[in-house]
Nanobody, 122 residues
Framework: QVQLVESGGGLVQAGGSLRLSCEAS????????VGWYRQAPGEQRKFVAD???????DYTDSVKGRFTNSRNDAKNMVYLQMNNLKHEKTAVYYC????????????????WGQGTQVTVSS
């Protein structure tokens, strides 16, 4: 019953900005850590950023200072603000969340969204 849906992807000019959203829905008791990953064509999926329940965020070195991860727990939403997309490759961005479902006594489990494509053009 728990689902993650990414949105906000699309075409962006090199050097431009874009904000991605990850919305969790379903029978949710709490959302713990949420991570963002991206996968360019022909490459492995790589970590981009994450954010824990208290709002503390971490980033891969290449995006520090340009990307900002945030969350709105009242809306079950996580956002990734991406600024100055100067060196990013076109890639699919995925949301991953550790969620404790309200019907699950076993604790939290990981969920993945289907991804949203960010196309960077020059």
């Amino acid at each position: 019953q728990v689902q993650l849906v990414e949105s906000g992807g699309g075409l962006v000019q090199a050097g431009g900005s874009l904000r991605l959203s990850c919305e969790a829905s379903g029978s949710i008791f709490s959302i713990h850590a949420v991570g963002w990953y991206r996968q360019a064509p022909g490459e492995q999926r790589k970590f981009v950023a994450d954010i824990v329940s208290d709002g503390s965020a971490d980033y891969t070195d290449s995006v520090k200072g340009r990307f900002t991860n945030s969350r709105n727990d009242a809306k079950n939403m996580v956002y990734l603000q991406m600024n100055n997309l100067k060196h990013e490759k076109t890639a699919v961005y995925y949301c991953n969340a550790e969620i404790d479902a309200d019907f699950d006594d076993a604790g939290a489990a990981n969920y993945w969204g289907q991804g949203t494509q960010v196309t960077v053009s020059s």
